[in-house]
């Protein structure tokens, strides 16, 4: 039923903004989504006018060949263990070994490409490829 939610909430927000814009979707939907332009969204703390940091949903320069227009679903966040909350865009989770195992676990890796795509270009430009996540 949550699913149904989401995926409603997600159809609802794109069709009332024409396009799916980082900077004005929610900073929970924010991460690990996609511009309508197909750059990544990535969550930021920025400083608010009373001086205080806020988070906000801001548009990436890493563009996602093949994708755009893209939430997250909450399966995906949970399949491959990531963080809705994350900050920015990081290969460091890479070096956790239970981290690669979720990653590259059959629920994750077979169902979630746009979060399997993340990563692998993120080891990629790293040098971080392993064996392990290729396969």
């Known amino acids: 039923m ?11 927000l794109q069709g009332a903004l024409g396009e799916l814009i980082c900077e004005e979707l929610p900073t929970d ?24 940091r806020e988070l906000q949903c801001k548009t990436s320069e890493v563009v996602v060949d093949g994708m755009s227009a893209w939430i997250e679903t909450e ?3 949970h399949a491959c263990g990531v963080d809705r909350n994350s900050i920015g865009i990081s290969s460091d989770s890479l070096l956790d070994p239970q981290f ?4 590259c676990s059959q629920a994750c ?3 979630c490409p746009n979060i399997i795509d ?3 270009n993120l080891a ?3 040098g971080k490829i392993t064996h392990d996540f290729l396969h």
């Open 29 to 52: 939907l924010c991460s690990f989504s996609i511009a309508s332009s197909g750059k990544r969204c990535l969550l930021e703390k920025c400083a608010s006018t009373d001086g205080t």
């Open 109 to 111: 890796y077979q169902n």
């Open 2 to 12: 949550a699913f149904i939610l989401f995926f409603a909430f997600s159809l609802l």
């Open 124 to 126: 990629s430009a790293e």
């Open 75 to 77: 399966q995906c966040i």
């Open 100 to 103: 690669t195992a979720q990653l």
């Open 118 to 120: 993340l990563y692998f």
